[in-house]
């Protein structure tokens, strides 16, 4: 069993920053893309953010030069740092992770998801 937990939504003025944390625990073995979607209401998913195993990233280009994926593989932790908030950015966050178990096979993970709601 794997999970990915995430924190550090809340309500932000607009130009604030939040920093989103996802962190993956269970059978492990390996992670390779860690990503970050939003969903944005009455909208599809879409992702924001995305950083492989090498820590090369690609953004969204509503986000480039505002937000910035990292990770920590010693934690199994992907983090969002969201910077130059707008009130577009409001959404619900999923924190995405392609896993490898101890049994050697891959699976799509998914979070609960977060809200961030930027707002005066």
């Known amino acids: 069993q794997v999970q990915l937990v995430e924190s550090g939504g809340g309500l932000v003025q607009p130009g604030g920053s939040l920093r989103l944390s996802c962190a993956a625990s269970?059978?492990?073995?390996?992670?390779?893309?860690m990503n970050w979607y939003r969903q944005l209401p009455g909208k599809q998913r879409e992702l924001v953010a995305a950083?492989?195993?090498?820590?090369?990233?690609n953004y969204a280009d509503s986000v480039k030069g505002r937000f910035t994926i990292s990770r920590d593989n010693a934690k199994n932790t992907v983090y969002l740092q969201m910077n130059s908030l707008k009130p577009e950015d409001t959404a619900v966050y999923y924190c995405?992770?392609?896993?490898?178990?101890?049994?050697?096979?891959?699976?799509?993970?998914w979070g609960q998801g977060t809200q961030v709601t930027v707002s005066s």
């Open positions: 950083i492989f195993s090498g820590s090369r990233s």
């Open positions: 995405n992770a392609y896993i490898m178990t101890m049994d050697l096979r891959e699976y799509d993970y």
């Open positions: 269970g059978s492990i073995f390996s992670i390779n893309a």
